[in-house]
């Protein structure tokens, strides 16, 4: 369950990257990077990084039992 969650967030930063682009291929020109934009983009790579945390840690509480 861990890892559609990551996934997840992983190809809605993957989308916001390509679309900011100078070269993006469907309109021809990359959106404006705003303030707004970058802060959530900045949670989302830190939800991910406490998420993979948080397994790692539940794994080896799970290994030392």
């Known amino acids: 369950m861990v890892i ?3 996934i997840g967030n992983v190809a809605l930063i993957v989308l916001y990257v ?3 682009v100078p070269s993006y291929s469907v309109t021809g020109r990359g959106e ?3 303030a707004k934009g970058t802060v959530c983009e ?6 991910i990084v406490i998420t993979i945390i948080r397994a790692k840690l539940r794994t080896i ?3 030392r039992k």
């Open 18 to 20: 390509v679309t900011k």
């Open 32 to 34: 404006d990077v705003d």
């Open 4 to 6: 559609h969650y990551i």
């Open 61 to 63: 509480k799970y290994i």
């Open 42 to 47: 900045l949670a989302q790579v830190a939800s």
